[in-house]
C-alpha cells in the first residue's frame, strides 16, 4: 500500500523536496538574473549600438564607440586620471589603515572609543554632506586654507588648480580608511602571541616582528582589501561629482563621471555602456593579476608554505 502511494506522487513534489536548498535561494536568484545578470547583459549589447535614450532609432556600429573612446583624448584623459585616482588612493588607504589598526592592537586606555572614532569616517564618507562639508573645507576661504594662514603659509587654490584639485578628492576617499582598519585589527587578533614572544627571546625587536611575523600573517587580509579597495577606487563617483564637478581643466574627471555625463546628460548611451564595459575590462585584468601574483607574496598556513 505504502508502495502504491508511493507510485502515484507527484513528480514536481519530490522535485522541490530533493531541491530544497533551490527553493531557498530562489528569490535571491531571480532578484540577480532581474536586477544584475539582464542589465550586464544589455550593456553588452547596447556598447555596440547607436543608441539614445530618447530616440526609437538606433544602428549597430559594432566595435565603433570603443574606437571612439581610444581615438578621443577627453576619453582617454579620464582613463589616465582614474589610473592616478587609484594608484594613489589604494596604496595610501591600506598603508594608513594598517598603521591605524596596529596602533589600536595594544591594550591602550579608551581603545574601543578610539576604533569606534575612527571607523566613523567610513559611515559618514560617501554621503553627500561630507562631500559638501569637504568642498567648504578646501575651499579658497575653507578651513585648510585658514589653518595654513596662521603659520605663514600663502592661500592655495586646492579646487581650481588642475595641480592640487586631484589630492582633495583622493584625501576624502583616504580619510574613509575604517573598514579596511577593521579587517585589518581583525587580522592582527588573530596572530598568534606565542610567534611574538619566541621573537622577543631570539632578540627580535619591534620592527623585525612586525616585517617578518605580523605582514607574513596577515597578508591574506591585506590581499583581500587590496582588490577590494581597487575595485572601489575605479568606480568612484561620488567625490569627483559633488566636490569639483570634473575640473578644473577635466584633472579630477573620472571615467564614472563621463559615464553618467554620457548616459543621464547627453543620453547616449551606447557610449556609456562602452565605456563602462572597458572599465569592466580593465578593473578585470587588475584583479587577475593580483589572483596570479598572490602565490608569490600571500602566505596561507594551510598550504604548505
Not at 168 to 175: A, F, G, M, T
Not at 209 to 231: A, E, G, S
Request: net charge positive; hydrophobic share 50%; glycine share 8%.
Amino acid at each position: 500500500m505504502a508502495g502504491a502511494k508511493a507510485a502515484v506522487r507527484p513528480a514536481g513534489k519530490g522535485f522541490w523536496r530533493r531541491n530544497r536548498g533551490l527553493l531557498y535561494v530562489m528569490p535571491w536568484l531571480i532578484g540577480f538574473i532581474i536586477f544584475k545578470g539582464l542589465p550586464f547583459i544589455s550593456s553588452l549589447y547596447y556598447s555596440a549600438m547607436d543608441y539614445n535614450l530618447f530616440k526609437t532609432d538606433s544602428s549597430f556600429v559594432g566595435l565603433g564607440n570603443y574606437a571612439t573612446i581610444l581615438a578621443t583624448k577627453k576619453y582617454i584623459n579620464a582613463y589616465k586620471v582614474t589610473f592616478l585616482y587609484a594608484f594613489i588612493t589604494v596604496p595610501l588607504k591600506l598603508m594608513f589603515s594598517l598603521f591605524i589598526a596596529y596602533i589600536l592592537n595594544f591594550n591602550i586606555k579608551f581603545v574601543k572609543g578610539f576604533r569606534t572614532i575612527y571607523y566613523i569616517p567610513s559611515i559618514l564618507g560617501s554621503s553627500v554632506a561630507i562631500s559638501v562639508v569637504w568642498k567648504s573645507i578646501f575651499n579658497s576661504t575653507g578651513l585648510v586654507n585658514k589653518a595654513l594662514g596662521f603659520i605663514g603659509i600663502d592661500e592655495i587654490n586646492w579646487l581650481g588648480s588642475s595641480k592640487t584639485a586631484i589630492w582633495v578628492i583622493c584625501l576624502l576617499k583616504i580619510w574613509q580608511f575604517g573598514s579596511a582598519m577593521v579587517i585589518f585589527l581583525a587580522a592582527l587578533k588573530g596572530v598568534p602571541t606565542s610567534l611574538y614572544e619566541a621573537a622577543a627571546i631570539d632578540g627580535a625587536g619591534k620592527w623585525k616582528q612586525f616585517t617578518r611575523i605580523t605582514l607574513p600573517m596577515i597578508t591574506p587580509v591585506i590581499f583581500y582589501n587590496l582588490v577590494t579597495q581597487l575595485c572601489e577606487a575605479f568606480q568612484e563617483f561620488n567625490s569627483a561629482y559633488l566636490i569639483t564637478k570634473g575640473g578644473p581643466l577635466g584633472s579630477t574627471t573620472l571615467i564614472s563621471l563621463l559615464v553618467y555625463q554620457n548616459a543621464f546628460k547627453s543620453y547616449d548611451m551606447g557610449m556609456a555602456c562602452a565605456m563602462a564595459w572597458i572599465l569592466f575590462l580593465i578593473v578585470g585584468i587588475f584583479s587577475a593579476v593580483a589572483f596570479i601574483s598572490q602565490k608569490y607574496w600571500v602566505y596561507y598556513s594551510d598550504d604548505g608554505r
